[in-house]
């Protein structure tokens, strides 16, 4: 007689991988069915909160996701926002306190930029005396600071000889 050989424990993992497949199974249904209960729940929300807003004779309050052309706008808005608000005052002035001890340098443009806090001169004079007189004169002003002269030249017009320059400067706010 030949031993037989009982084994059930193929049988028992075959009913286990069975059995939690269906726990699985329940578990997604549960966490759709509260996902999809939270969604009718949020919706019934702003159902309500519109009728009470219109009970009380206002506008509904449902915040919008805004667009991202409307994010664009904002940003927009705020740099120009930052830059009106910036102490142009305190720059012009202390620019013309300066240029008031220099009647023979002309300033031909003031390019400020905001955003590094820089400003950028251009402007012309009559000797590299001067010139050099008026970069000291303002780096001595509390507003700008680490004063250089980017470039010069020679300008020879009707025989008026000058020097066109640049001027680069750090404009502290």
Known sequence: MRPVHLDFLDIKNQRRQQSNLVVVFLLVVIVVGMILEHSRIKSQIVVIEDSIAQSQGQQSVRQVKPTENDIRK????KLIQQKLNFPWL????????VKKNYP??????IQPNTSKGEVLITGEVTDLKT???FVSSLEKQAVFQDVFLVNQRRLELNDNKGLAFTLKMGWQV
């Open 74 to 77: 904002t940003k927009q808005l």
């Open 90 to 97: 305190d720059l012009l002035t202390s620019l013309e306190v």
């Open 104 to 109: 023979y340098l002309t300033l031909i443009a």
């Open 131 to 133: 010139l050099l007189a």
